[in-house]
Nanobody
């Protein structure tokens, strides 16, 4: 089992940057494929990005490709999401998720463990 805690959210102007972190408990972080999802008010939770156990494989939603970068540091049990050129439509609660999978998962239902979320608000 793994516990996840997100941090790094906040209020930023359009065009600005934020870096989200997801800290995981336990000593088996490298056994988990990880993902970032977001949910805006009144909308379904949507895929943002995912990264494989080793960090060698990544996947991005088309809406964030070229602006967001996912990474992980298995020695620090932490995953990151660098978000650049933020847009008002990026405003949402961002969640990190983990699953003992060897493949990149884009569906939220594929993940067993979730953090509590961190709010990202982008003003125009």
């Amino acid at each position: 089992q793994v516990q996840l805690v997100e941090s790094g959210g906040g209020l930023v102007q359009a065009g600005g940057s934020l870096r989200l972190s997801c800290a995981a408990s336990g000593r088996t972080f490298s056994s988990y494929g990880m993902g970032w999802f977001r949910q805006a008010p009144g909308k379904e939770r949507e895929f943002v990005s995912a990264i494989s156990r080793s960090g060698l494989r990544t996947s991005y939603a088309d809406s964030v490709k070229g602006r967001f970068t996912i990474s992980r540091d298995n020695a620090k049990n932490t995953m990151y999401l660098q978000m650049n050129n933020l847009k008002p439509e990026d405003t949402a609660v961002y969640y990190c998720a983990a699953d003992k999978t060897t493949i990149i998962l884009r569906a939220p239902g594929g993940y067993d463990y979730w953090g509590q979320g961190t709010q990202v608000t982008v003003s125009s």
